[in-house]
């Protein structure tokens, strides 16, 4: 589990076994399908129905379960369903001042692209120009980062959307420096 940006980790599924499943004031992404999100909606076969309310993701209080698998092909992660209401609840979190796990199965690829995503989208805290521009940035502070072609695809299309001129960014101070509350 690594500190990417005050109060804000990335992480595997041991990270969150270790040091944050059953503690207090932690907040948690589950960027990952198996288990946590098909666990949590009880279906043990092939997943929720795509016409399921919950089908992208789903939230307990301080805790968002996405059905999120790293898919070879970018259309696979939806920006509207899955992505933008990842980021809305990093955004709470970030107001609310309480740490966020964000970890995947592995740790490599999901949860820090998210974790780079939202760095770069919301706290500016990463480069913005390019999604290579903010790779080069956030591998310093992850090395395992290592997406898989799905998902970097997917933030290749919509990097000008997520980051682009009057994109959304929190925490940015007119001097341009970035405050995560913590």
Same mark, same amino acid.
């Given at each position: 589990?690594?500190?990417?940006?005050?109060?804000?980790?990335?992480?595997?599924?041991?990270?969150?076994?270790?040091?944050?499943?059953?503690?207090?004031?932690?907040?948690?992404?589950?960027?990952?399908?198996?288990? @946590?999100?098909?666990?949590?909606?009880?279906?043990?076969?092939?997943?929720?129905?795509?016409?399921?309310?919950? @089908?992208?993701?789903?939230?307990? &209080?301080?805790?968002?379960?996405?059905?999120?698998? &790293?898919?070879?092909?970018?259309?696979?992660?939806?920006?509207?369903?899955?992505?933008?209401?990842?980021?809305?609840?990093?955004?709470?979190?970030?107001?609310?001042?309480?740490?966020?796990?964000?970890?995947?199965?592995?740790?490599?690829?999901?949860?820090?692209?998210?974790?780079?995503?939202?760095? !770069?989208?919301?706290?500016? !805290?990463?480069?913005?120009?390019?999604?290579? !521009?903010?790779?080069?940035?956030?591998?310093?502070?992850?090395?395992? @980062?290592?997406?898989k072609?799905?998902?970097?695809?997917?933030?290749?299309?919509?990097?000008?959307?997520?980051?682009?001129?009057?994109?959304r960014?929190?925490?940015?101070?007119?001097?341009?420096?970035?405050?995560?509350?913590s």
């Open positions: 589990m690594i500190e990417v940006h005050s109060g804000l980790f990335v992480g595997d599924d041991i990270d969150y076994i270790r040091h944050v499943a059953r503690q207090a004031g932690w907040a948690v992404v589950h960027a990952c399908k198996l288990p @946590y999100h098909k666990e949590l909606l009880g279906n043990h076969t092939a997943g929720a129905p795509q016409n399921h309310p919950e @089908y992208y993701l789903a939230r307990r &209080d301080d805790v968002l379960f996405l059905n999120i698998v &790293d898919a070879p092909q970018g259309r696979f992660f939806s920006k509207e369903h899955l992505i933008d209401p990842t980021l809305s609840f990093l955004d709470e979190m970030n107001e609310r001042g309480m740490p966020v796990l964000i970890h995947c199965n592995q740790g490599e690829s999901r949860s820090p692209s998210l974790a780079l995503l939202y760095m !770069a989208a919301r706290l500016r !805290a990463l480069p913005t120009e390019s999604l290579a !521009a903010a790779e080069a940035a956030f591998r310093p502070l992850y090395p395992m @980062y290592s997406p072609p799905g998902i970097r695809e997917h933030l290749l299309q919509y990097w000008d959307q997520y980051c682009g001129e009057g994109a960014g929190i925490g940015s101070t007119a001097e341009g420096e970035v405050t995560w509350v």
